[in-house]
């Protein structure tokens, strides 16, 4: 089965306990559709943020099909409660396969917000990228579990 959501992510994780959370949940979603996680290359740094965040972006909008749903995680989007993101995977469901895209540790050009279908934030504080990582998974996970009717969501 195609999974049906997909989940960006620049660079590898180094940290066994954010992919231990990342594996438990993603078994857990698989019989609700299915996500895969697909990694770009993290650009090095030499002096300038831009050029980094435009060869990641570049990087990140290559996996972005025509028809897919591109959902970024930033810092900068809107504030949802559960049940707000629980419409945004619904709503983002019915049509298309969504995609969710976790940038470097500089952030997302502006050219990957301008190209998502959402931008939203998974907090009002600034998270490390393992910790927003997981924090999507169990969300999604959430999500998928109150519009399975699964008492999980409670």
Known sequence: MAERFRVLVVGRSGTPW???????????????????????????FRGDV????????????????????LVVLDERGEDLDTPAFTALVEAGRRDAAL???????????????D???????LSSLVLNHEVARVVLYEQLYRSLSALAGSPYHH
């Open 115 to 121: 190209r998502a279908w959402r931008v939203v934030r």
């Open 99 to 113: 995609v969710f895209a976790l940038g470097g540790p500089y952030g997302h050009a502006s050219v990957v917000r």
């Open 18 to 44: 954010a992919d231990a959370a990342v594996a438990d949940y993603s078994r857990r979603i698989t019989r609700m559709g299915g996500v895969a996680e697909v990694v770009v290359k993290a650009e090095s």
């Open 50 to 69: 831009d050029a980094v965040r435009a060869a990641e972006g570049a990087r990140l909008l290559a996996q972005v099909g025509p028809r897919e749903r």
